[in-house]
């Protein structure tokens, strides 16, 4: 019922800035919580962010909280991850996913559809 497609990846420096956008097709964008996920080489998919189907509820990571910010805008039917203050830790494949329901989780098993990835590498 929806499809995802994820940009904003690439390289950059620890400390700086990237932000990563999720659009998103169909009409029925407003009826999906969404939620952020990152694999790293050798690591398991790890959850970093989501975000509810009104986006007044947000839940993070405690290794993201107060660098990254997650965001929709439902009349653009788009989902976007501001990171800060990067580390060469966060370095890793990014995805978006939707979950038809009110809220997010962090539990990737309970999403629905998923973007194809974006690559972020934060260099030393």
């Known amino acids: 019922q929806v499809q995802l497609e994820e940009s904003g990846g690439g390289l950059v420096q620890a400390g700086g800035s990237l932000r990563l956008s999720c659009a998103a097709s169909?009409?029925?964008?407003?009826?999906?919580?969404m939620g952020w996920f990152r694999q790293g080489p050798g690591n398991e998919r790890e959850f970093v962010a989501a975000?509810?189907?009104?986006?007044?509820?947000?839940n993070y990571s405690d290794s993201v909280k107060g660098r990254f910010t997650v965001s929709r805008d439902n009349a653009k039917n788009t989902v976007n991850l501001q990171m800060n203050s990067l580390k060469p830790e966060d370095t890793a494949v990014y995805y978006c996913?939707?979950?038809?329901?009110?809220?997010?989780?962090?539990?990737?098993?309970?999403?629905?559809?998923w973007g194809q990835g974006t690559q972020v590498t934060v260099s030393s």
């Open positions: 169909g009409r029925t964008f407003t009826n999906y919580a």
């Open positions: 975000i509810s189907r009104t986006g007044r509820t947000t």
């Open positions: 996913a939707a979950r038809q329901a009110v809220l997010g989780t962090s539990n990737w098993d309970h999403y629905d559809y």
